[in-house]
C-alpha cells in the first residue's frame, strides 16, 4: 500500500468506491482498498450508496446497516487502514469523525468507535 498523504489536510469523502453492498467479510471496497468489512453475523451490511442525502460531502458515504429487519442486532465493522509510514512520532494528527445515526435512538453494544494509533 501508497503510503497516505496527509498533508495539508485529507477528507475520506468514499467517491473513489464503487456504489456497492457488502454482506460478507470483504478486504478492500471496489474501487477504495483501504476499506474492509465484516459482521457479527449473516444479516450484516456495508453499503457505499443507499440513496442522495447520505453523504457529509459528495455522493457516497459508508453505511452500516441490517440486510433484513431482525430482532437480533448486528454488530458490523468497517476498518480503514491508512500507511502512515511517512510520518515520525514526532508528527501530529487531528482526527475529526462525522456520523448520522439513522434512526436508533438507543445505544446497542455494537455502536462503537475504535481508533487505534
Partial sequence: MTP???A??????FESAVAASY???TLGF???DRCDFSASDPNGRARTFVNTGFART???AATLDQQHYSTTSTADSLIMTFNL???SSTDQFWLDFYYR???IDFS???NQVWIRG
Fill in 108 to 110: 446497542l453494544g455494537g
Fill in 85 to 87: 509510514s511517512s510520518y
Fill in 30 to 32: 471496489a474501487g477504495l
Fill in 4 to 6: 497516505s498523504s496527509l
Fill in 23 to 25: 454482506t460478507s467479510p
Fill in 58 to 60: 459528495g455522493s457516497r
Fill in 101 to 103: 445515526n439513522q434512526g
Fill in 8 to 13: 495539508p489536510k485529507f477528507t475520506e469523502g
